[in-house]
């Protein structure tokens, strides 16, 4: 009896250090290989990944860019030979990953039981300690910052699945229906909150996002301090806030975002990334006729209210790798400011 069909994409930029491990898992997949086909896109690597890729891997369909399109261009020229093909899931991965033999097959099975789940995401294990989460879904910030759910915990999650925010992108199984709702990935984000921004829409369009806690995945994970990765995220998180909130909810969150901004300033001078700060200003208004043509286009197909969509927020950001005095001051005055205006979000 077949299964459903799916498109394994792994997106390579160099990391030739972890292809081996990373497609070798996908061999031993439990998984009818007839409904399967797995492929890699090489983002112009430096390193000679095509090369190894070929010799290695020769099974494994190859797509090569001629330039870095970020993870969104990347993943896209994958998505799009997908959807030629008629698959009817979307298995996304980093190449940092090891995949436990069942993860697909599981995850199939959950995505399978309900239409109305668009997303599913596997438990996310450390690589480096295989005891303690990576993520058990993403959170977001009601102005838009993003970290990961029970990031260094202790594994001790029930195995039942459950409702989360959004799935990580190191690793998501995406409904066919999703890509052609939400327009594939945004490329002119490049990298960065991508994720977030599809996990938003595929809760704003109707649809559930799950983690699936029996199917296994491990990511060779790290905390990139770089300092041009604040500027992709903090333009990115300007982006999607001008993209989904309702005009009603921006004014409501107006006052807070201000304050923010004036904190990120000042942060960002004694932290050496103001240059960094400055720059992600210029770009949100380079690209804001294609901000808004998005906008017009989510806010005409969206089907749940930011009443509704509130419940996904969280008030306070809670991950390790941040965590500092001026965090902790910002979380309680954030937190209250939170509690006055959720009651005021109608619309």
């Known amino acids: 009896m077949s299964r459903p069909k799916v498109a394994i994409i792994v997106l390579i930029y160099n990391g030739l250090e972890y292809l081996e491990d990373c497609f070798s898992s996908l061999e031993k997949l439990d998984y009818p290989k007839e409904d399967l086909e797995i492929i890699a896109v090489d983002n112009c690597s430096t390193e000679s990944t095509v090369e190894f890729m070929k010799k290695n891997f020769p099974e494994v369909t190859l797509i090569e860019s001629k330039k870095n399109l970020g993870y969104c261009g990347g993943n896209n020229l994958a998505i799009k030979y997908g959807l030629k093909k008629d698959f009817d899931y979307f298995f996304i ?66 195995k039942e699945k459950k409702e989360i925010t959004y799935a990580s992108g190191s690793g998501m199984l995406v409904r066919r229906k999703i890509f052609e709702k939400t327009g594939l990935l945004p490329e002119y984000y490049f990298m960065y909150h991508d994720d977030l921004e599809l996990g938003w829409q595929t809760w704003l369009y109707g649809y559930k996002i799950f983690l699936v806690p029996t199917a296994v995945l491990y990511h060779n994970y790290s905390f990139s301090r770089n300092k041009r990765k604040y500027f992709w995220m ?94 902790k001051m910002a979380n309680i005055f954030f937190s209250f400011y939170w509690q006055i205006i959720k009651l005021l979000i109608f619309q």
Request: glycine share 6%.
């Open 234 to 327: 903090e333009r990115n998180r300007c982006w999607f806030i001008l993209k989904n909130y309702k005009i009603g909810t921006l004014i409501l969150f107006a006052p807070a975002l201000v304050i923010t901004e004036l904190g990120l300033l000042a942060y960002s001078l004694t932290s050496g990334w103001f240059g960094w700060k400055i720059k992600s200003y210029i770009a949100i208004f380079s690209k804001l006729n294609k901000v808004f043509k998005d906008r017009k286009r989510i806010q005409k197909q969206r089907i749940r209210s930011d009443r509704e969509m509130s419940k996904l927020l969280t008030s306070m950001i809670k991950f390790e790798e941040v965590d500092n005095p001026i965090l």
């Open 93 to 158: 991965l980093n190449p940092d990953i090891i995949i436990g033999p069942e993860c697909l097959k599981r995850l199939v099975s959950v995505i399978e039981q309900d239409k109305e789940i668009g997303i599913v995401q596997p438990k996310i294990l450390l690589w480096q300690d295989k005891t303690r989460i990576q993520t058990s879904g993403n959170k977001i910030h009601y102005l838009g910052f993003a970290y990961s759910g029970d990031y260094r915990k202790e594994d001790n999650l029930s």
